[in-house]
């Protein structure tokens, strides 16, 4: 059942796998279905990319990595199920989701059995509560305060509008963690209506967006998930309203341009990694991807937090002794100034949740570097 690329599907293991001596297995859980369907599929390319790598140089200690994979399929009760499947097998460590709820269920699973969680891209700031989660990126703590400061410092806007998803808690923090820092610096948040998704009517958003008109905003902070941001963005230009479009890295998906039939083109968003980024990990991780994907850029940010997740993980595994759950977790908590694509990682003394530098990525018509530009980048002491 382990394709040529070192991956087995969990839901096709009849039973556990018992590793060779000379094999390590890793769990992988992502939503290779459902909504984060395009942040699941690039997620697990980018752990079989890390993988890949140093198997083709010899391994770790000799041994070669085995991933063991399950789709989570974008909910979080998958999530606990695909996890208690991969931990049927002999893993030293559970790699995912890019989603927190999802997350929240792989860590409460491998909590149990002692195995470590490196979290793909979920940013609820206190997932340690729910067990031994080591993550890549940066939180919702610093998403809202990175683009107020760019608002106001580099966009110069003075007088904006956030529409915020009150069924989504991410929303809900991005947008007042948003709302708070910007006025701190100086400028005005003059109408902060909400929708909600998932309900079973399609949310009307017309009326919200009329008022926003009437506020004549130059900005508009829209704390949801792509798959309504791109909808109201098109309503919203259609109403006549001309003001900035800004968001957080739940706007990473292509759809967001179709759904929005160009309109959020000129919109800018915090994200952890853009093609044309100057970092130079972010350069080498590009070349390699392109030479592997026909010459195509990444469709999402998930492909590079996958990479440095499971390079994370196995830089860490080189500095064991023993190739063991408790051995890996201490290497994990000892990281300092891992050289990732998305930035430099450090674990060490920050309870799994690493300083991260902040990308702001401004959205353009697709080309052939994708549909995202590098706008800038803010590190931890830039953050007002």
């Given at each position: ?16 796998v ?25 997620q ?8 890949g ?12 990595i ?40 792989i860590s ?31 939180t ?29 808690p ?25 929708y ?9 958003y ?46 990473d ?37 392109k ?56 674990l ?37």
């Open positions: 059942m382990i394709s040529m690329l070192g991956l087995i599907l969990s839901s096709a293991i009849s039973k556990p018992s590793p060779p001596l000379d094999t390590i297995l890793i769990g992988c859980i992502a939503s290779l279905t459902g909504d984060n369907k395009p942040w699941g599929v690039d697990m390319a980018g752990y079989q990319m890390a993988a790598e140093v198997n083709n140089l010899g391994g770790i200690q000799g041994k070669k085995i991933l063991v994979a399950g789709d989570c399929a974008s909910r979080p009760d998958m999530a606990l199920t695909a996890t208690e499947k991969v931990l049927e097998n002999d893993v030293v460590a559970i790699l995912g989701d890019c989603s927190s709820g999802n997350t929240i269920q409460k699973a491998a909590a149990a059995k002692g195995i470590p969680v490196v979290a793909c891209g979920a940013t609820k700031p206190n997932l340690r509560e729910f067990g031994n989660i080591f993550r890549v990126n940066y919702d703590d610093v998403q809202g305060p990175a683009m107020a400061t760019f608002a106001s410092e580099k966009l110069h806007l003075h007088r904006v509008a956030t529409f915020a998803d009150s069924a989504l991410y929303s809900e923090k991005l947008n007042k963690d948003f709302t708070e820092h910007f006025k701190k610096l100086g400028g005005k948040v003059v109408a902060s209506p909400t909600e998704s998932g309900s079973r009517n399609a949310p009307n017309d009326k919200a967006l009329k008022a926003i008109a009437k506020a004549k905003v130059d900005g508009i902070y829209m704390s949801g998930y792509f798959t309504e941001v791109g909808t109201i963005s098109k309503r919203a230009r259609a109403l006549g309203i001309k003001a900035v479009f800004m968001g957080g890295d739940g706007w998906s292509e759809t967001i341009l179709k759904d929005s039939s160009q309109k959020i083109v000129g919109g800018y968003f915090t994200n952890h990694f853009v093609a044309d980024d100057p970092w130079p990990e972010s350069k080498t991780f590009l070349a390699k991807w030479q592997a994907h026909g010459g195509q850029v990444p469709n999402t940010t998930m492909a590079a937090l996958g990479y440095d997740a499971m390079a994370l993980t196995l830089d860490a595994l080189k500095r064991t002794k023993d190739s063991d759950p408790k051995s890996l977790t201490e290497a994990l908590e000892a990281t300092i100034g891992f050289k990732g694509v998305s930035g430099n990682i450090s060490a003394g920050m309870n799994g949740n690493p300083p991260k530098r902040v990308i702001v990525v401004k959205i353009t018509p697709k080309g052939a570097s994708g549909w995202q530009s590098f706008a800038g980048a803010l590190m931890p002491g830039d953050i007002k």
